[in-house]
């Protein structure tokens, strides 16, 4: 969970606190770029882009989830999905340095293909290994995650943690630290029995 759908309910959340430093932090950049100041309807428009995006690469994630998840397995699609995490993690914890606003709406937007691709597989993953009398139980941590999430997203966001103006970046890209813990420690696990045997045909490696 903490590498499936923690990720959605962390970057759903973490973009509240710092909504003022990116705006002003845009329109900076605005200004030594184009030695102008923007209007408050471009600034809008603009955070409203670094907003929604997110939905865009959500809907990328979850239409490629099936295909993943059936092409690779439960298992390796679930750390692919981290690919996209440490890529929007990267981007939206330089973009300050490299003085780019681009670079925060282009990370949202792979967040939200990590976000698409690890709340699906993560339900389908953890589905299909839980044992029958545990089935239920285990599909609703997928739920508690996605809460478990939010609720670190805003603590992170308090300003007495990252939710100040030099640590904005730093609270962005800290979904990299789910995604790498991911990583070391999926590989562990064993691969979905459905798969194996739906989609592999391997009976025996699937008993």
Known sequence: GIGGSF?????VSIINSPAEYIKSFIRET?????????SEDMITLTWSF??????????????????????FGRKKAM???NIPALLSATLMGLSRLCGSFEMIIAGRLFSGVC??????????????CAPRKLRGLIA?????????????????????????????????????????FQLLTLPFFPDSPRYL??????KERCI
């Open 115 to 128: 976000g698409g691709l690890a709340l699906n597989i993560h339900l389908m993953y953890a589905g299909e």
């Open 7 to 11: 990720q959605y309910g962390l970057q």
């Open 197 to 202: 045997l739906i989609d592999k045909k391997d």
């Open 50 to 71: 670094v907003v929604s995006i997110y939905s865009i690469g959500g809907l990328l994630g979850s239409l490629s989830a099936g295909y993943l998840s059936v092409r």
């Open 140 to 180: 609703i941590t997928a739920s508690t995650a996605t809460a478990v999430g939010k609720f670190v997203g805003f603590a992170l966001g308090l300003r007495e943690v990252l939710g100040v103006d030099a640590l904005w970046p730093v609270l962005m890209a800290v979904n990299a630290l789910p995604a790498l």
């Open 79 to 81: 750390l692919f999905a």
């Open 30 to 38: 605005w200004l030594k770029r184009y030695s102008s100041s923007p």
